[in-house]
């Protein structure tokens, strides 16, 4: 992250009208939020993550999905917004209508402050009954769950009994129309994309960057490492979100209280 290329940063971040921030796993990992790519413990040692992560998984066995999900909802119920988190949250509060994007489904950009961010992959915290898709409720602040997971039996909808299931997109579902278009929207509008993150692989999400690339919005990738939206990016950032974008956001305004 050289000085040059955070003060040209900053200055198309300072000019910027209508800015979309588009977030990655590697945002609420420097939190210690858990991703994907990140090796099982406990009682989900034996499976694979992705295949966790089905409607298939839950038809054959609810209670080890509803588990496994317990104790991710559990470890971001544990875990704090960052520095890249409040960052965004400032960004939203300088450039009125800025659109925050994630692919998470933790809450973490809330508990920082921004205001209704889209979340393409859905949210931990928006369970829904499986038969009937109407919303169910979150416990509050349910027991911790232990460090090694455990089954847990999903709760039953109150309107139809059939069985609660978490409210997050699983391989092979669609993302939800409303927040795609939504982002589509906000992508084809902005003169400004600041991807943060994200590797760029998961598809559809990953189209939202290069929409706006292709409308001819600037695109900036704030990433420790190369990416496939390196092709797209006029200007990339090399490092932690938590490190990169509290100095984008002093160097495009000044203040550090804004972070």
Aim: with cysteine; net charge negative.
């Amino acid at each position: 992250m050289g000085e040059r290329s955070v003060r040209e940063a900053a200055a198309l971040l300072a000019q910027a009208r209508r800015v979309v921030i588009f977030t990655g796993a590697g945002v609420s990992a420097e939190s210690g939020v858990p991703t994907f790519r990140d090796a099982l413990t406990g009682l989900w040692r034996s499976f694979d993550a992705q295949r966790l992560a089905t409607p298939e998984a839950f038809r054959d066995d609810p209670a080890l999905v509803w588990g496994w999900y317990e104790w991710r909802r559990d470890a971001v119920r544990r875990a704090r917004p960052n520095a890249g988190h409040v960052a965004v949250a400032a960004i939203e509060a300088r450039v009125p209508g800025t659109v925050v994007v994630t692919q998470n489904v933790d809450d973490l950009h809330e508990r920082a402050g921004s205001v209704a961010p889209i979340h393409l992959h859905g949210s931990l915290f928006a369970p829904r009954c499986a038969a009937c898709a109407r919303p169910a409720p979150v416990p509050d602040e349910p027991p911790a769950e232990p460090g090694d997971g455990r089954r847990v039996a999903p709760p039953r909808c109150a309107s139809c009994a059939g069985p609660v299931r978490p409210g997050v997109v699983w391989f092979g579902e669609a993302l939800p129309a409303a927040a795609l278009e939504a982002a589509v929207e906000a992508a084809s509008d902005c003169d400004l994309l600041v991807t943060v993150g994200t590797s760029g692989l998961v598809y559809p999400a990953a189209e939202i960057p290069q929409v706006a690339a292709r409308l001819g919005a600037t695109v900036l990738q704030v990433n420790p490492q190369e990416t496939p939206l390196d092709a797209v990016s006029d200007v990339n950032l090399r490092g932690p979100a938590a490190q990169v974008l509290p100095a984008l956001v002093q160097a495009a305004w000044g203040g550090a209280d804004q972070v």
